[in-house]
Protein backbone atom coordinates (compact mmCIF):
# COMPACT_ATOMS: atom_id res chain seq x y z
CA UNK A 1 0.00 0.00 0.00
CA UNK A 2 1.69 3.36 -0.92
CA UNK A 3 2.01 6.19 1.09
CA UNK A 4 -1.18 8.13 -0.67
CA UNK A 5 -3.63 5.63 -0.32
CA UNK A 6 -3.04 5.40 3.74
CA UNK A 7 -3.36 9.47 4.03
CA UNK A 8 -6.43 9.19 2.28
CA UNK A 9 -8.09 6.10 4.44
CA UNK A 10 -6.78 8.00 7.24
CA UNK A 11 -8.19 11.25 6.30
CA UNK A 12 -11.62 9.98 5.19
CA UNK A 13 -11.93 8.01 8.61
CA UNK A 14 -10.91 11.30 10.58
CA UNK A 15 -14.09 13.05 8.40
CA UNK A 16 -16.35 9.90 9.48
CA UNK A 17 -15.64 10.05 13.04
CA UNK A 18 -15.85 14.27 13.40
CA UNK A 19 -19.41 14.04 11.53
CA UNK A 20 -20.22 10.88 13.86
CA UNK A 21 -19.26 12.92 16.85
CA UNK A 22 -20.93 15.88 16.11
CA UNK A 23 -23.95 14.95 14.93
CA UNK A 24 -23.65 12.91 17.94
CA UNK A 25 -23.63 15.58 20.05
CA UNK A 26 -26.28 17.36 18.56
CA UNK A 27 -28.69 14.50 19.20
CA UNK A 28 -27.46 13.97 22.71
CA UNK A 29 -28.49 17.44 23.88
CA UNK A 30 -30.61 17.58 27.14
CA UNK A 31 -34.62 18.11 26.00
CA UNK A 32 -37.37 18.84 28.43
CA UNK A 33 -39.16 16.37 29.47
CA UNK A 34 -42.56 16.16 31.49
CA UNK A 35 -40.59 17.05 34.65
CA UNK A 36 -39.06 20.68 33.16
CA UNK A 37 -39.49 23.35 36.40
CA UNK A 38 -42.95 24.51 36.89
CA UNK A 39 -44.12 27.68 34.85
CA UNK A 40 -41.49 27.93 32.86
CA UNK A 41 -42.36 26.23 29.29
CA UNK A 42 -46.10 25.45 29.84
CA UNK A 43 -48.68 27.85 29.36
CA UNK A 44 -51.03 28.28 32.53
CA UNK A 45 -54.67 29.27 32.67
CA UNK A 46 -56.12 30.02 35.68
CA UNK A 47 -59.65 28.85 36.76
CA UNK A 48 -62.18 30.39 38.63
CA UNK A 49 -65.70 30.54 39.94
CA UNK A 50 -67.90 33.19 41.76
CA UNK A 51 -64.48 34.59 43.06
CA UNK A 52 -63.12 31.21 44.13
CA UNK A 53 -59.82 30.29 42.92
CA UNK A 54 -60.34 26.32 41.34
CA UNK A 55 -56.56 25.94 39.99
CA UNK A 56 -55.10 25.77 37.06
CA UNK A 57 -55.53 24.37 33.73
CA UNK A 58 -51.51 23.47 32.72
CA UNK A 59 -50.30 21.38 30.25
CA UNK A 60 -47.66 19.89 32.96
CA UNK A 61 -50.30 17.12 34.66
CA UNK A 62 -48.49 17.05 37.94
CA UNK A 63 -48.39 20.71 39.08
CA UNK A 64 -49.29 21.31 42.39
CA UNK A 65 -51.81 23.06 41.40
CA UNK A 66 -53.19 21.90 37.95
CA UNK A 67 -56.95 20.47 37.79
CA UNK A 68 -55.62 17.35 36.30
CA UNK A 69 -53.62 16.45 38.91
CA UNK A 70 -55.19 13.59 40.27
CA UNK A 71 -53.26 13.57 43.67
CA UNK A 72 -53.90 17.40 43.87
CA UNK A 73 -56.11 19.66 45.92
CA UNK A 74 -57.60 20.99 42.43
CA UNK A 75 -57.83 17.89 40.78
CA UNK A 76 -58.98 14.99 42.70
CA UNK A 77 -62.62 13.89 42.33
CA UNK A 78 -63.02 13.79 45.70
CA UNK A 79 -61.89 17.24 46.75
CA UNK A 80 -64.74 19.17 47.30
CA UNK A 81 -63.36 22.15 45.76
CA UNK A 82 -62.15 20.13 42.56
CA UNK A 83 -63.99 20.71 39.77
CA UNK A 84 -63.53 16.96 38.81
CA UNK A 85 -65.68 16.27 41.82
CA UNK A 86 -69.28 16.21 40.06
CA UNK A 87 -70.98 16.03 43.21
CA UNK A 88 -68.67 18.70 45.00
CA UNK A 89 -69.02 22.73 45.07
CA UNK A 90 -67.85 23.21 41.12
CA UNK A 91 -68.52 19.80 39.71
CA UNK A 92 -70.51 19.04 36.94
CA UNK A 93 -73.80 19.45 39.08
CA UNK A 94 -73.44 23.07 40.09
CA UNK A 95 -75.02 26.29 38.34
CA UNK A 96 -71.98 28.21 39.15
CA UNK A 97 -69.94 29.14 35.75
CA UNK A 98 -66.45 28.72 35.45
CA UNK A 99 -64.11 30.89 33.83
CA UNK A 100 -60.87 30.34 32.95
CA UNK A 101 -57.98 33.53 32.56
CA UNK A 102 -54.23 33.29 30.92
CA UNK A 103 -52.08 34.00 33.85
CA UNK A 104 -49.40 36.98 33.12
Not at 44 to 57: A, D, I, K, N
Amino acid sequence: MNCNAKTSSVKDLIVVLMVLLLTTACFAQERPGPYVRYGERYMVYQVYSGGTYLGELSSNRYAPNSIQNPYGVYGSRYSPSSINNPYGNFGRYSSQPIYVYPTR
